[in-house]
């Protein structure tokens, strides 16, 4: 059967009809993510819009189509990133990247040539992580000193809960022996009591001023780079968690300027957050860029150690973590926003911090009953990483409900210490994505970039395999929690598209949405598990405009 919509209604609100091409994609396997037509063999876009969905034969005809060969690459709805940092992405791009660095060594020898290469100014970097180097320890301004010394140098762990800095950037910050470290952060010392030069979670904005990322033309530039590599990834769609608030207004401009080749779902910084609730939730650009929520933290992350747990850490007793905001605090706050009608996204990683938010959502909920809220019991509040759950806690996620916005390459990185962290018995409730699936929760899929590398085969191969890269999975590291392709790919499409309200036109190829497409030369739902993240996007499509194509 032909599916097609009157035009008036199919084209109505098209998105960038000036720049939209009229397009025929064939030549490779289709997957709608419909359950009652999951597979086609030709799609046809008409100004933005999905105008046919189905088999060759019953194709209609039309003058104006710009054929695109599959050349038997794979197509999908467009995948969303439903946790990721832009920024970050651009500012790795522009800046040191210790990303894949394999020892204390190997880290400043990079440094040493970076800094060689870029004489003046100070030094910012990310990427390094320590848990699989033969030193296994944390870097210290020692280690700076002797790879640039004199320069302020500031190298941020992968997971952008710690940074350590050189000994010019402690003095430079006027961070001392002396200097206590603010409520939800840590200044690690050493025997001597001198500051090591890392700083854990909050002590990170003891040197924030001394960031290179204020300047208007190189934020902008960083941006510009972020769009690309994603694009360049197959991303059509990324949920831009702690966007800057001040950044709001560059975005969408650069929406209405069309630099912005991508659908950008903002959940902002707390700083943003009267502002945004008063004026609520706001988009330009034919919703090219959507901001309509907070992003809060509640505890810090594993791998530093400042993910909150209600039982101390397996390898350090004397510690449970670092909670970075109170019940006090926080409650008050979501209910302006229930009241607002913006969602809450809130950062928890640990068992305490997961079991923390689930209470001060069910409080903020009970004391603004739903005639006072925009949108009612519908409110879709999101719990971002989900990471180390309580088995008996699982039924928050469905009595709420909350959306569980996990990153699957996490648990393939972690996999490496998170059992040193927290022990065996933890680990049932760890990266539990097919428990709460299992459960009728939304799992959300992301990447968390620049923490990850960022790319949605890694992430895909990480949800339905567990394994790292190499095909490394370690003793009982829960392989039941995988999941299957499909609800994979759910992750990555329709379920991003649910927790960002745009259900109705994304994460799936129908009739009537927007042209939001993405081929990878790997076909997800029959590859061999290993060739999936040795893949690469072929084609970009966002409002039926080509963002990507491969050669």
Do not use: C
Request: net charge negative; charged share 20%; proline share 6%.
């Amino acid at each position: 059967m032909i599916r097609r919509l009157a035009l008036a209604l199919l084209f109505a609100g098209a998105a960038n009809t000036a720049q939209a091409q009229n397009l025929l994609i064939r030549g490779g396997p289709i997957y709608t993510g419909v359950e009652a037509a999951p597979t086609a063999e030709v799609v046809q876009v008409r100004d933005g819009r999905i105008y046919y969905v189905g088999s060759f034969a019953e194709a209609p005809t039309g003058d104006g189509l710009t054929l695109i060969d599959l050349k038997g690459a794979a197509l999908f709805p467009g995948f969303t990133d439903g946790h990721a940092h832009l920024d970050g992405i651009g500012w790795r791009e522009l800046t040191l990247n210790l990303e894949g660095s394999t020892s204390v060594a190997d880290a400043m020898a990079k440094l040493t040539a970076w800094a060689q290469a870029h004489p003046d100014g100070p030094i910012v970097g990310r990427g390094w992580i320590e848990t699989r180097w033969p030193e296994a320890r944390f870097l210290t301004a020692a280690d700076l000193d002797a790879a640039a010394p004199g320069r302020v140098v500031l190298l941020g762990r992968a997971d952008g809960h710690a940074v350590v800095a050189s000994t010019a950037a402690l003095t430079a910050a006027g961070i001392t022996a002396s200097t206590q470290a603010p409520a939800g952060g840590e200044i690690l010392k050493g025997r001597d009591g001198q500051p090591t030069g890392l700083l854990v979670d909050a002590a990170e904005q003891l040197v924030a001023q001394l960031m290179p990322q204020a300047d208007p033309a190189a934020l902008r530039e960083a941006y510009r780079a972020g769009f690309r590599v994603e694009a360049q990834y197959g991303w059509t769609g990324i949920h831009f968690m702690s966007a800057p608030w001040r950044d709001i207004p560059l975005l969408e401009e650069m929406a209405q300027a069309g630099e912005a080749p991508l659908r950008l779902y903002n959940s902002v910084t707390p700083d943003g957050a009267a502002e945004l609730i008063a004026g609520g939730p706001r988009s330009v650009a034919d919703e090219r860029v959507v901001t309509r929520a907070i992003k809060y933290y509640a505890d810090g992350a594993l791998g530093s150690r400042g993910a909150a747990l209600f039982e101390p850490y397996a390898d350090r007793p004397d510690t449970t973590g670092l909670m970075q905001i109170t019940e006090a605090e926080i409650v008050p706050l979501y209910e302006a926003a229930l009241k607002g009608g913006i969602q809450i996204a809130t950062h928890a990683i640990g068992d305490r911090g997961n079991a923390s938010v689930a209470d001060w959502y069910a409080r903020a909920l009970a004391a603004v009953p739903e005639p006072e809220r925009p949108d009612g019991a519908d409110v879709r509040w999101r719990i971002e990483h989900a990471q180390i759950l309580r088995p008996a806690d699982y039924q928050d996620f469905v009595d709420l409900p909350i959306i569980a916005s996990m990153q699957p390459s996490h648990a393939i990185g972690d996999l490496h210490f998170a059992p040193a962290r927290l022990g065996d018995a933890r680990l049932d409730g760890a990266y539990a994505w097919h428990s709460l699936v299992d459960r009728g929760v939304i799992v959300v899929g992301g990447s968390d970039a620049p923490v990850e590398r960022g790319s949605p085969l890694i992430e895909f191969y990480a949800a339905v395999t567990r394994r790292d890269l190499e095909g490394f999975q370690g003793p009982d590291w829960r392989p039941n929690e995988a999941v299957d392709r499909m609800t994979a790919l759910r992750m990555f499409t329709l379920w991003p598209a649910h927790a960002s309200f745009q259900e109705d036109d994304l994460g799936t190829i129908e009739v009537g949405k927007r042209a939001d497409l993405t081929a990878f030369d790997v076909d997800l739902m029959t590859a061999p598990f290993a060739d999936i993240p040795k893949g690469k996007a072929t084609l970009t499509v966002v409002d039926g405009v080509v963002v990507h194509q491969a050669d």
